[in-house]
């Protein structure tokens, strides 16, 4: 039996869509590899998507989830992941070809300081998806983080740092894990030649959770890596953008409950130095009224 090299982990729930078209993706791309594995967690859905995947079996590992468990389902998905590095999927993202699987396997195999690779993340017509987590500049090189569905991590080192927070359930949960590689002296690579295709679905993108995680979420990062009076600032600010997310969504119910969370849930200090919080100044300035301010002058 062979072990895989590369485990490709990505999880569903509710848009079977997607799913079937991801399959199909990437059976194109691995059916024929001995060198990499699929596993597709289905987060109990209710749509089919499960009854899908099941008859992919015998190609794809199946992970099956008795409900919605957000994040904490890819956990489930990366503990039984066999290779040497995880690739790390939306149910709606693709590698693009199979030179995006080989460099990053090459990457990895070659740079023994580099824990993560990130990849390039464009749109089905091939157009660049700006994000703040990637080099402005779209040139290789070091990142201060990555986009969740299209990166690749060490599984050992992925281990050692607990998987994703499962109770973040949803946003925010890789800066936590970029933060946490950082902190374990391991560097993110940002590759623009490995290319994985976000198709951007918005089906179950719900408002309130785009007010409640983002701002609960924020906040309990800052309240763990940042000193006072630095983490009251970024607090201040980060209650202000989230406030104006619920004034445009009319989620104000979300909203509260958000801020009583993040700031009340007991949070464990792990004040970061000032020369790794200098790696964060991406973050700083995206979480800062003053620099919003300054963009928009």
């Known amino acids: 039996m062979n072990i895989p090299k590369l485990s490709i982990v990505f999880l569903n729930y509710n848009r079977i869509t997607e799913t079937r078209y ?115 500049n779209n040139a290789p090189g070091p990142s201060m983080a990555f986009v969740g569905c299209g990166f690749a991590i060490r599984r050992s080192l992925f281990e050692k740092i607990g998987w994703y927070p499962a109770d973040f359930f949803l946003y925010q949960n890789e800066m936590e894990v970029a933060i946490q590689v950082m902190r374990h002296n391991y560097k993110i690579h940002y590759d623009p030649c490995c290319r994985v295709v976000h198709r951007q679905s918005p089906q179950g993108r719900t408002s309130w959770r785009q007010v409640y995680y983002p701002t609960r979420n924020t906040i309990w990062l800052i309240r763990r890596y940042f000193p006072f009076p630095i983490a009251a600032y970024l607090i201040t600010s980060r209650l202000f953008f989230g406030l104006i997310r619920a004034l445009q969504s009319l989620e104000f119910t979300c909203y509260y409950k958000a801020v009583t969370d993040a700031l009340y849930t007991p949070i464990k200090p792990q004040i970061l130095s000032s020369t790794q919080r200098k790696k964060l100044t991406i973050f700083w300035r995206q979480n800062s009224i003053f620099h919003h301010i300054i963009k928009r002058l």
């Open 22 to 136: 991801t399959i199909n993706q990437l059976f194109s791309l691995v059916g024929q590899r001995q060198d990499v594995e699929v596993i597709a967690i289905d987060n109990g859905s209710n749509d089919g998507t499960g009854d899908f995947l099941k008859t992919q079996e015998s190609w794809v590992k199946i992970v099956s989830m008795p409900s919605n468990e957000g994040i904490a389902g890819y956990n489930e998905g990366f503990k039984q992941a066999k290779g040497d590095y995880i690739l790390v999927l939306d149910d709606d993202s693709h590698p693009l070809d199979n030179i995006t699987l080989d460099r990053i396997i090459q990457c990895l195999d070659t740079r023994s300081d580099v824990g993560i690779v990130a990849c390039q993340i464009e749109s089905i017509k091939g157009e660049l998806a700006y994000t703040w987590h990637l080099p402005k």
